[in-house]
T-cell receptor, first 110, second 116 residues
């Protein structure tokens, strides 16, 4: 069966510090991978998606970047966090027509 | 622009009343349509999806949605809601990109509150 792992579950980081959130998928190959941010009143905002290794599409200009070093690994990064980067980040993968979500990371920038 | 619009950010209803959560999408290409539910402090769960065929789609927990191509809508309905239906509901669309790949885009969500 397919599973998706996302960590850490919660993270508190100071302003200006770097960020690395990791997401891995098991039980499938060549999935489409996504990073979303969920904020109150803004729903699920698509940040990045990837259709293959090294292929990253950015949806919104921001302080974040994404990388896909392996087929089933998707990383969300920042060199210097801003207060506005606080939020709930969700990794997801899709194949054919359905999406499967990680448990999310609650990031608080202080 | 390709996007998903959920017209109501909050919908309060009384228990056993019917409910409709509205969703419109803008796209000139064929799409797949979804409704997801997020209960308090939980992840996202698929309620139902439209891929092709019958425009009336039945999902879990008594929900159903109707795909209306001419109105580019995919409204979610339930004839009689329960307290336990209190959650946030997200409409989503799989869109084809110019490069031929697909991306999944969500609406901003509708918070359904069912009151006794």
């Amino acid at each position: 069966s397919q599973t998706i792992h996302q960590w850490p579950a919660t993270l508190v980081q100071p302003v200006g510090s770097p960020l690395s959130l990791e997401c891995t998928v098991e039980g499938t190959s060549n999935p489409n991978l996504y990073w979303y941010r969920q904020a109150a009143g803004r729903g699920l905002q698509l940040l990045f998606y990837s259709v293959g290794i090294g292929q990253i599409s950015s949806e919104v200009p921001q302080n974040l970047s994404a990388s896909r070093p392996q087929d089933r690994q998707f990383i969300l990064s920042s060199k210097k966090l801003l207060l506005s980067d606080s939020g709930f980040y969700l990794c997801a993968w899709t194949r054919d027509t359905e999406a499967f979500f990680g448990q999310g990371t609650r990031l608080t920038v202080v | 622009a390709q996007s998903v619009t959920q017209l109501d950010s909050q919908v309060p209803v009384f228990e056993e009343a019917p409910v409709e959560l509205r969703c419109n999408y803008s796209s000139s290409v064929s799409v797949y349509l979804f409704w997801y539910v997020q209960y308090p402090n939980q992840g996202l769960q698929l309620l139902l999806k439209y891929l092709s065929g019958s425009t009336l789609v039945k999902g879990i927990n008594g929900f159903e949605a109707e795909f209306n191509k001419s109105q580019t809508s995919f409204h979610l309905r339930k004839p009689s809601v329960h307290i336990s239906d209190t959650a946030e509901y997200f409409c989503a669309v799989t869109l084809l990109t110019q490069g031929g790949s697909e991306k999944l885009v969500f609406g901003k969500g509708t918070k359904l509150t069912v009151n006794p």
